[in-house]
């Protein structure tokens, strides 16, 4: 439920940002303040669930990464109003606009075939071999030292 609610609420100012650059100021504000709303919601409830479940050595990225979002969140909501406010006097929609509110998913990597060679160059057996001397030479150094 966090991990949802932390990524819904950074897809839904990136989607402000796209909108403010389009000119579409009282779309950004809507969509700025939706993830406004999210923000006390990712602050309470959700992270101190989120606490419970995950090692403490973790507590640190998380709150780093909702400190993130949280700011970002603010800039954007902040800067849509401003805009919309001084210059642009859009109306704002009350509720979510129907298929334009958010941009349509893209891929923007794709999984790169992997192969291994059908066979070793007579180098990369070398390196092999050499790799598996040195592993068992530290081996028996290892066992000679501790009297096995």
């Given amino acids: ?3 949802y609610v932390v990524c819904r609420a950074y897809c839904l100012t990136f989607a402000a940002k796209e909108a403010m650059r389009q000119d579409k100021l009282g779309l950004a504000v809507r969509l700025s303040t939706d ?10 409830k959700l992270a101190g669930e989120y606490d419970k479940a995950v090692p403490t050595t973790q507590a640190a990225e998380w709150r780093a990464i909702m400190q993130d979002a949280e700011t970002l969140v603010e800039q954007t909501a902040a800067r849509a109003k401003a805009d919309n406010d001084r210059i642009y006097f859009q109306r704002v929609p009350l509720t979510m606009p129907e298929g334009e509110a958010l941009p349509e998913p893209k891929r923007v990597a794709d999984a790169l075939p992997r192969a291994m060679p059908e066979t070793l160059s007579e180098e990369h057996r070398g390196l092999l071999a050499l790799g598996a001397l040195a592993a ?6 290892a066992a000679g030292s501790a009297g096995l």
Avoid: H
């Fill in 35 to 44: 993830a406004a709303a999210l923000v006390p919601k990712l602050a309470t």
């Fill in 1 to 3: 439920k966090y991990k």
């Fill in 136 to 141: 068992t030479g530290a081996v028996a150094a």
